[in-house]
C-alpha cells in the first residue's frame, strides 16, 4: 500500500465510485489529489450495487449528469486500460396510464434538447423488443437505445487506474478518525499519518454522516441521509437466455416498481417496494464498526408481491429458482437526489454522498465536483444537487421520514401540484392555523409550509396526480387571481429568506458584490450578481434602510446558499445578521390594496412604487415596501411574526381575499417576473436574462470580464415570454420550443394567466429566432405558441403598479 503524503491539495474520503471517480477528473486537471480509503477500493454501496446505467430522469441536471457518464463510460476502459464490462443492451420502460405516457414524452424531449434520443413506444414496439413480455394491460412505452449496466467494481478500479496514471494517489486502509482546521488548512488524520490539505472532501457513502461529524465543531451540520435496504434477486441460468442473438433489453415498470434484465444467462429483479426498511437508525439495529463486503440478511417476503408481479410480465422470470439475494445498504437524500457541492457553512469543504444511483451518477458527479473545486461553479445548473437546498429543517426525524417517502415511490410521477405528505410542518409561519380555517392546502417552500390555494371543498390527493390544466386547484386558483386583479388579495409570504447588512462601509462593500446600482436611502431595488462566468449567482431584493444599513432578501430555499455568498469576504467591520425567523411578511395586492390598508396602518400611503417606510399597526412597528410580485398595486409589510395575528385579521375584516403561491405564481407569469431557480439559473448569464441596461460597466464584481466579453460579442440567448394555445395542458419546465423543424429554445416555466385568459410560458431563445410563427412541445405534441413583444404580457407600462 502507498504511504501517505504530508501535504495534498485536495483530500477524498471514500473509494467509491464516486470519490474514485472524482479523484480521476481532479487528475486530469492537473490537481494534487489524495484519497483515502478506510478498507479497499468499492467497499461499501458500490461493491453490490446493480450497476444498472439509464440516461432517463425527469431532472435536468440529473439527465445531464447521466449522460455525461454514459460518455465517458463508452470510453473510459480503453482510455485508461482498464477493461469494463459495460453493456448496453438498451431498455424499455413500461407505461400503465396516459400520464405515465405523459411524463415519458416530456423527458423524451428534454432528452432531444440535450442532444439524446429517447423514442416514444407503442404497445407493438415494446412486443417486438421484447417477445418475452406480456403486453395486454400496456398503453405504451419508451426507448432508451444508450441503457445498461456495468460492472460496479470494474468502473471504479478503471477511475482509480486513470486517477493514479495522472498522477493522484490513492491509499487504502486509512480510515479517517479526525479532522481539524488549522491556519487556513485541514489536518486529517489516519492510523497512517497525518496530512494537511486545502480542500477536502466528504465521498463516504452512508459513512459520510461520521465524517460530517468531525466538520460539526467547524460550522458543519449533519447532513440528512438515511441507509435504506434494497434488494435485488438473480435466478438461475435460463436457456432461451442463452440461445437469444441478442440480449434482452432492461425492463423497467415504474408502474409496478421494479426493473429487470438479463445478467449473463439469468435475470436480476430489484424491486422498489413499499414499506421500505431503514437500518442504522435504531439503538436496537446499531451499524457494525465495520461495514464494507457485508450485507443484510434476504427478506423476500417484503417484495414476494413485486416477483409475482414481476413473474407476470415476463413468465420467463418465473421458470427457474433463485441463484442468489443481494440486500444491502443504499443511501436516500430526502428527495432522492445525491448531495454534490459545498458542505454547509464549511470552507474549502465539499459533499459528495447520498447517492441511490451512485454508478450511473458517478461520472458525471466526479465531473461536477472537479468543477466546484478547480472552478468555483458547475458547468450546468447543480442546485437540485446542492447540499445547501436542505437548511435546518432537514433534521433527522425529516431525513427518515421523507428518505423512506421516496423510496416507497421511487418511480412515482411529480405532479406539479401533488405534494407528498411525509416531513410536513417544519417551519410554520405565525398565521399557520388561522389558515387552516380558512381551508387552506398548503405546499412546502423551502420547510416553510405556505398557501398553496385555499378551498371549501373536501381535499382529494389523489385527484392531484395529474397533469391536466383543470384540476382541482384551478377553479380556486381563478377566484383569488379575480380577487387580486379586481379588488385585493393578501398573501403570507413568511419564509423569505432575509438578511440585514450594517455597519460604515456596508454600501461601498455591496457595490463591490453586486453588477446593478444599489437603491438610494428609502428606496428599494433588485440586486444581481453574476458567476465568474458571467452567469446568474444571485437576485435580492435590497431595501435601503439608511446609507449603511440595508434588508437584503432573497428565496426561502435560498437561505443557506446566499447566506454563505454574503458572508465570503465579509469585513470585520460590517455585520451581517440573518433575520429570517421571527419576521412574518404579507403582500396586500390589488387596486384597491391602499384603501384596505388606510384603515389598517399609519403610514404615507402616497409613497412611490419601490419605496421604504415604516408603518405601524396593531400596536407595532415595521417595513413597509410598495412591491408587489403579483404585478398590482400593493405593499409588503415586514413585521415581527407576534404582529401578524392581529394585522392579518384587520385586512381580512377590510375585505382583502386571501390567496395562495399558485395564483401568486400565474401573476407573476403574466408579469414577466423571473422565478428563483426556475427561470433565474446558473445556465443563464445576467445579459440573456435581458439585464444588460442595469448592469453598471464600471462595477468590479465578480463575473464583470466575462459580462464585457459576453457583451462584445453579444448574447447567445433571450428571455421572452410566450402566448400558447394549448388544449387543457400546460408546458412542463424544460419544454422545447420550434420554429419549424429547428428547435431554438426552452420553456423555463409556464401556467395559465387568469388575468390573459390564456397559457403563458417565460422562454429563453436563440437570439436569431426566425420571425414568424413558433410551437411548444407539450407532452409530446407541438402547440402553436405567439411571441409576446414585451415580457411583461399584463400591464406592460407598470401603470397598474404605479397608481
Known amino acids: 500500500m502507498a504511504d501517505l503524503p504530508s501535504t495534498a491539495r485536495t483530500v477524498i474520503i471514500g ?16 490537481h494534487e489529489v489524495l484519497l483515502l480509503e478506510r478498507s479497499e477500493l468499492t467497499a461499501g454501496s458500490t461493491w ?8 432517463f430522469s425527469p431532472n435536468w441536471a440529473v439527465m445531464r449528469m447521466q449522460a455525461y457518464s454514459i460518455d465517458l463510460y463508452e470510453r473510459l476502459g480503453d482510455q485508461v486500460g482498464y477493461p469494463i464490462n459495460y453493456h448496453q443492451t438498451g431498455a424499455v420502460r413500461l407505461a400503465h396510464t396516459k400520464e405515465r405516457l405523459r411524463e415519458f414524452a416530456h423527458v423524451a424531449d428534454m432528452a432531444r434538447s440535450q442532444g439524446r434520443t429517447l423514442e416514444m413506444m407503442s404497445v407493438s414496439d415494446l412486443k417486438d423488443r421484447v417477445p418475452w413480455m406480456e403486453t395486454h394491460d400496456l398503453v405504451g412505452g419508451l426507448w432508451d437505445a444508450r441503457d445498461g449496466d456495468i460492472d460496479p467494481s470494474q468502473l471504479t478500479q478503471a477511475f482509480a487506474t486513470g486517477a493514479r496514471a495522472k498522477g493522484a494517489q490513492i491509499v487504502r486502509g486509512a480510515q479517517v478518525t479526525s479532522v481539524t482546521r488549522e491556519g487556513g488548512e485541514w489536518v486529517i488524520e489516519t492510523p497512517k499519518g497525518t496530512v494537511r490539505a486545502e480542500n477536502v472532501v466528504n465521498a463516504a457513502g452512508y459513512y459520510a454522516p461520521d ?65 421500505g426498511r431503514i437500518h442504522w437508525r435504531e439503538a436496537d439495529d446499531p451499524r457494525p464498526d465495520d461495514f464494507s463486503f457485508q450485507l443484510f440478511p434476504d427478506d423476500l417476503e417484503r417484495i414476494e408481491s413485486y416477483i409475482e408481479d414481476a413473474c407476470a410480465r415476463v413468465p420467463l422470470l418465473g421458470s427457474v429458482g433463485l441463484k442468489r439475494v443481494i440486500n444491502g445498504p443504499i443511501p436516500y437524500a430526502p428527495d432522492g437526489l445525491p448531495l454534490i457541492g459545498p458542505m454547509p457553512g464549511v470552507p474549502n469543504a465539499y459533499e459528495a454522498h447520498g447517492f441511490t444511483f451512485g454508478i450511473i451518477q458517478g461520472g458525471g458527479a466526479g465531473k461536477l465536483m472537479a468543477d466546484w473545486i478547480t472552478e468555483g461553479e458547475t458547468e450546468w445548473d447543480a442546485w437540485s444537487l446542492d447540499p445547501r437546498r436542505f437548511t435546518g429543517f432537514a433534521d433527522d426525524a425529516y431525513a427518515a421520514a421523507k428518505g423512506k417517502e421516496i423510496y416507497d415511490n421511487e418511480y412515482a410521477i411529480h405532479f406539479p401540484h401533488l405534494h407528498w405528505p411525509e416531513g410536513r410542518d417544519k417551519r410554520l409561519s405565525a398565521l399557520h392555523e388561522r389558515h387552516q380555517a380558512l381551508g387552506a392546502v398548503f405546499a412546502p417552500f423551502g420547510g416553510w409550509e405556505r398557501v398553496h390555494w385555499y378551498t371549501d371543498a373536501p381535499v382529494d390527493e389523489e385527484a392531484h396526480a395529474t397533469y391536466e390544466r383543470k384540476g382541482p386547484w384551478f377553479e380556486c386558483v381563478s377566484r383569488e387571481c379575480k380577487a387580486v386583479q379586481e379588488s385585493a388579495g393578501v398573501i403570507d409570504l413568511t419564509g423569505f429568506s432575509r438578511f440585514r447588512l450594517s455597519g460604515e462601509g456596508a454600501a461601498q462593500w455591496l457595490e463591490g458584490r453586486f453588477l446593478t446600482r444599489l437603491p438610494k436611502t428609502g428606496r428599494v431595488g433588485l440586486g444581481y450578481a453574476a458567476s465568474e462566468s458571467g452567469r446568474f449567482a444571485a437576485e435580492m431584493t435590497i431595501t435601503r434602510l439608511a446609507e449603511d444599513d440595508f434588508l437584503l432578501i ?83 409589510l415586514h413585521m415581527p411574526a407576534e404582529a401578524a395575528p392581529a394585522i392579518f385579521e384587520a385586512i381580512l375584516e377590510q375585505g382583502a381575499t386571501p390567496f395562495g403561491m399558485a395564483a401568486l405564481d400565474a401573476l407573476r407569469l403574466e408579469k414577466g417576473y423571473l422565478g428563483w431557480e426556475s427561470d433565474l439559473t446558473t445556465d443563464v448569464s445576467l445579459l440573456e436574462l435581458g439585464l444588460a441596461r442595469r448592469i453598471l460597466p464600471e462595477r468590479t464584481a465578480r463575473g464583470a470580464r466575462a459580462i464585457a466579453s459576453e457583451r462584445q460579442r453579444g448574447a447567445a440567448r433571450r428571455i421572452a415570454s410566450l402566448s400558447v394555445e394549448t388544449n387543457g395542458l400546460d408546458p412542463a419546465p424544460l419544454s422545447s420550443v420550434w420554429s419549424g423543424e429547428r428547435q431554438v429554445g426552452l420553456v423555463t416555466t409556464a401556467g395559465w394567466g387568469h388575468r390573459v385568459g390564456g397559457t403563458v410560458a417565460i422562454a429563453l431563445l436563440d437570439v436569431e429566432t426566425p420571425e414568424g410563427p413558433l410551437e411548444v412541445d407539450v407532452f409530446g405534441k407541438r402547440y402553436p405558441a405567439r411571441l409576446s413583444p414585451t415580457l411583461a404580457q399584463w400591464d406592460p407600462e407598470n401603470t397598474r403598479l404605479r397608481a
Not at 48 to 55: E, I, K, V
Not at 223 to 251: K, S, W
Not at 592 to 603: D, F, G, I, Q
Open 211 to 275: 465524517i460530517a461529524k468531525m466538520f460539526l465543531k467547524h460550522g458543519g451540520r449533519m447532513p440528512p441521509i438515511v441507509v435504506m435496504a434494497h434488494q435485488y434477486l438473480v435466478t438461475d441460468e435460463i436457456d432461451e437466455l442463452g440461445a437469444a442473438p441478442e440480449p434482452m433489453p432492461m425492463i423497467r415498470d415504474p408502474d409496478s416498481s421494479y426493473y429487470l434484465r438479463q445478467e449473463k444467462t439469468a435475470l436480476l429483479l430489484g424491486p422498489y417496494e413499499k414499506g
Open 554 to 636: 432573497t428565496a426561502a430555499a435560498a437561505e443557506w446558499r446566499d447566506g454563505e455568498w454574503l458572508r465570503q469576504d465579509l469585513p470585520d467591520t460590517l455585520t451581517l445578521e440573518n433575520v429570517t425567523e421571527g419576521a412574518a411578511v404579507l403582500l396586500v395586492t390589488g387596486p384597491e390594496a391602499r384603501k384596505v390598508l388606510s384603515s389598517v396602518l399609519t403610514a404615507d400611503l402616497s409613497l412611490p412604487w419601490l419605496s421604504h417606510q415604516r408603518a405601524e399597526a396593531a400596536g407595532f412597528e415595521f417595513d413597509l415596501l410598495r412591491v408587489s410580485f403579483a404585478g398590482e398595486l400593493g405593499w409588503e
Open 15 to 30: 473509494g467509491g465510485a464516486v470519490g474514485c471517480s472524482t479523484a480521476y477528473h481532479l487528475a486530469e486537471r492537473g
Open 48 to 55: 453490490h450495487a446493480a450497476g444498472n446505467c439509464p440516461t
